[in-house]
Structure formats: structure tokens, C-alpha cells
């Protein structure tokens, strides 16, 4: 059974910076592209960010330039550093994961079950 666990959500201040992370467990062969969603109260579920395994990058402009995506595979994990943060970036932050768990299994989509990220005064 695959699990995608965040860590490093809170409350933060205008300006100031969070370090999310997500790392993946259980029966996994090879992760693909992981990547950061978030939902704010009333929206769409939103791309953040994602990374494919050789680190290729893409971001949503409303972050581009004060977040950045990284991950390390032999941990199975994904960051996202987040800096400069402002009232807009409020969320749930959601990991997602595509991978394979069986060895002749297409990648299914997996993810974790949500970070709540404040940004406020």
C-alpha cells in the first residue's frame, strides 16, 4: 500500500518563508513526476509546481520565482521551498506522485492527504 506524507505546513507571517515536504511509502518500483497542488477555501484545486524524476521543473506563475521544487529519489521524497509568501498562497497543499507499485502496472496517481499553509499578519 502506497502513502504520500506531508510535513512542514503553519502559520506564517507576509514575507516570511515554509519548507514543505512529502515523502512516499510502501510497495513503490519507480516514482515519475511529483508534484505540489493546493486548494484554497472556495477555488479549484490548483498546480503548483512539479518535477519529473530528472528534475526537469515547471511552476504556476503565480509562484514562479519565489517557490522552488526539489526531490530526492533515494528518499522517495519532494520539497517545496516557499519564500517571499503572501496572503494569496493560503492553502491546503496537497503532494501528488505518479508511480508504478507492480512490476507490468501502468503509474497511477497517488496523493497525500493535505498541508494546511496560513499566510497572515
Known amino acids: 500500500q502506497v502513502q504520500l506524507v506531508e510535513s512542514g505546513g503553519g502559520l506564517v507571517q507576509p514575507g516570511g518563508s515554509l519548507r514543505l515536504s512529502c515523502a512516499a511509502s510502501g510497495s513503490i518500483l519507480t516514482i515519475y513526476t511529483m508534484a505540489w497542488h493546493r486548494q484554497a477555501p472556495g477555488k479549484q484545486r490548483e498546480l503548483v509546481a512539479d518535477i519529473s524524476p530528472r528534475g526537469s521543473t515547471n511552476f504556476a506563475d503565480s509562484v514562479r520565482g519565489r517557490f522552488t521544487i526539489s526531490r530526492d529519489n533515494g528518499k522517495k521524497a519532494v520539497y517545496l521551498q516557499m519564500n517571499s509568501l503572501k496572503p494569496e498562497d493560503t492553502a491546503i497543499y496537497y503532494c501528488?506522485?505518479?508511480?508504478?507499485?507492480?512490476?507490468?502496472?501502468?503509474?497511477?496517481?497517488?496523493w497525500g492527504q493535505g498541508t494546511q499553509v496560513t499566510v497572515s499578519s
Open positions: 501528488y506522485a505518479d508511480l508504478q507499485s507492480r512490476p507490468y502496472g501502468a503509474p497511477v496517481g497517488y
